[in-house]
């Protein structure tokens, strides 16, 4: 499973003239493309948009909370595509300057990376994710996130989602110094409303300040 060979597309302003990037990450079966068009509801002059393609649009192909050796070696090669797209993009605008946002395996993937690669960024939105791995996975990441604004939303009924999970990675992320907004959201299912829309919305418009 070779990520790095699947498109990276790009909206917004050119990486070269942007004020600020954001790498979008999609959900499993889904595409980059359907990714994108989330940002017409926050599309911002100056933001420059970048969202990998996931080869055969699964970033890995068992659940998040199956042990990762079993999710191998497509995890690991997701996560070094995720790297590939943050580098360009911070060497582009800075890692103050750049979010992540992910829905649903894409969520996943961006919490994990993120916690993997603590440091101060724009900012990290997580819709119906969570960090990956099963219970008692070891939770032992490096680094500060440094005040990164952090938001966590989901359903409490996710069929995919454990809300237990959420709560997990949200203490994850205070513990590495995120500033972090949880919203759990009763009875929505899987999938993303307007007032996480909202929250993203606000957290690309930041970037820009």
Request: glycine share 12%.
């Amino acid at each position: 499973m070779n990520h790095g060979d699947q498109p990276l597309l790009r909206e917004g302003t050119e990486l070269s003239g942007a004020d600020a990037a954001v790498v979008l990450l999609h959900g499993r079966g889904a595409s980059a493309r359907s990714i994108l068009a989330m940002t017409a509801e926050f599309d911002l002059e100056g933001v420059a948009y970048l969202a990998p393609q996931a080869a055969q649009r699964t970033w890995y192909p068992q659940s998040f909370l199956e042990p990762i050796e079993r999710n191998e070696p497509w995890l690991t090669a997701a996560l070094d595509r995720v790297g590939e797209v943050v580098t360009e993009a911070t060497d582009g605008v800075g890692p103050y300057r750049v979010a992540l946002i992910g829905f649903s395996q894409g969520a996943c993937l961006a919490s994990e990376w993120t916690a993997r690669n603590a440091r101060r960024y724009g900012g990290l939105a997580a819709l119906s994710g969570g960090l990956i791995g099963p219970e008692e996975t070891p939770r032992d990441y490096e680094g500060s996130l440094d005040g990164t604004p952090v938001f966590l939303g989901c359903s409490d009924v996710d069929p995919h989602i454990p809300v237990e999970r959420v709560h997990e990675t949200r203490e994850v992320f205070e513990r590495l110094d995120g500033e972090v907004t949880e919203s759990i959201y009763e009875g929505m299912g899987h999938g993303i409303n307007e007032d996480e829309l909202s929250h993203v919305s606000t957290m690309v418009s930041n970037l820009l300040v």
